[in-house]
């Protein structure tokens, strides 16, 4: 069994995989502490999961956090007794990255690579995550770029840290785009403004594309706006954990070749 985990800036996602992902979830990042903390909290989910370590035959990790990183690498060598894999933007991956420079996230690289192996390019994979990202496939499968934004709640955080009058709210469902209040006028901004954003960007990156692109969503936001959007979107929440999947999958080949030889 493998552990798959993705550190993003709020939360860290965490499954078990043998063949298909077998458990999964998430828990805040600010819990990844120290090395105790990790490991305790290790331990607690694979008691959740009911997996003794001794079935934890690796770790696949990715991470947007590098400042974490040596926490939960260390934290998971030592529950494993394995050498944890950190993946890279420099990973072998299974489709063309160069029309970007410099850093590009793994966490866009995985949900990227995973839908690859579900849809038909061109698309524009969505991560609504503590930031927005869209991320682009073009129909020669090729990574072609992206968009990157405040994420829903950063946004209406930031929007309360910046201003004297506003405070941060409780984040539900607008009741219409015309709100009455300062909060409903927030929640409106938040969600109709990041649905309609969706729809605008997509809208001028089929334009750029010269063709139509599917529209796939993911992310800890997603279900909080895909119902105001006027796109059709496919709602893929174990995205970036497939993504995880398909280099354990890898790595697995790779061990097992090098076995025979
Ligand atoms: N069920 C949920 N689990 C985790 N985060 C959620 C959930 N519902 C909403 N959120 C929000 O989603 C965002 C984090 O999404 P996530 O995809 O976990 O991001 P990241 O990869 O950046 O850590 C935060 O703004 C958080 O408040
Ligand atoms: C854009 C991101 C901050 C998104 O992170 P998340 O919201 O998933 O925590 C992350 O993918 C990142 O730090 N990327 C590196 C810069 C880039 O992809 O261009
Ligand atoms: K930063």
């Known amino acids: ?11 860290v996602n965490y499954g078990l995989y043998e063949k298909r992902i077998l458990a999964s979830g998430y828990f805040p990042i600010h819990l990844l502490s120290c090395e105790r903390r990790a490991l305790a909290l290790f331990r607690s989910l694979l008691r959740k999961c009911r997996v003794s370590r001794e079935e934890v ?14 926490i939960i690498l260390n934290a998971a060598e ?14 072998g991956w299974e489709f063309d990255t160069s029309a970007y420079s410099g850093v590009l996230g793994t966490d866009r690289l995985l949900c990227c690579s995973a839908a690859l192996q579900k849809y038909k390019p061109p698309f524009v994979v969505v991560d609504f995550g503590t930031a927005t990202t869209l991320n682009v496939i073009d129909s020669s499968g090729a990574f072609a770029g992206g968009v990157i934004l405040p994420g829903v709640r950063t946004g209406l955080r930031a929007l309360a840290a910046s201003t004297s009058q506003l405070h941060e709210i409780p984040f539900f469902g607008p009741k219409s785009a015309i709100g009455k209040n300062t909060a409903e006028c927030m929640l409106s901004g938040a969600t109709f403004g990041t649905a309609a954003m969706l729809e605008g960007l997509v809208r001028r990156i089929e334009k750029e594309l010269g063709a139509n692109a599917d529209v796939i969503v993911t992310g800890g936001n997603a279900k909080a706006i895909i119902p ?8 893929e929440p174990e995205l970036l954990l497939e993504g995880l999947a398909i280099q354990a999958n890898r790595l697995i080949a790779v061990s097992k070749k ?4």
């Open 228 to 235: 105001y959007c006027e796109l059709e979107a496919r709602y």
């Open 78 to 91: 030592k529950i494993s007794q394995t050498e944890p894999v950190l993946i890279s933007s420099r990973t």
């Open 1 to 11: 069994m493998i552990f798959l985990a993705n550190i993003g800036n709020t939360n």
């Open 57 to 70: 035959e690796g770790t696949v990790i990715s991470s947007v956090v590098p400042e974490k990183n040596a």
């Open 258 to 261: 090098a076995r025979v030889e």
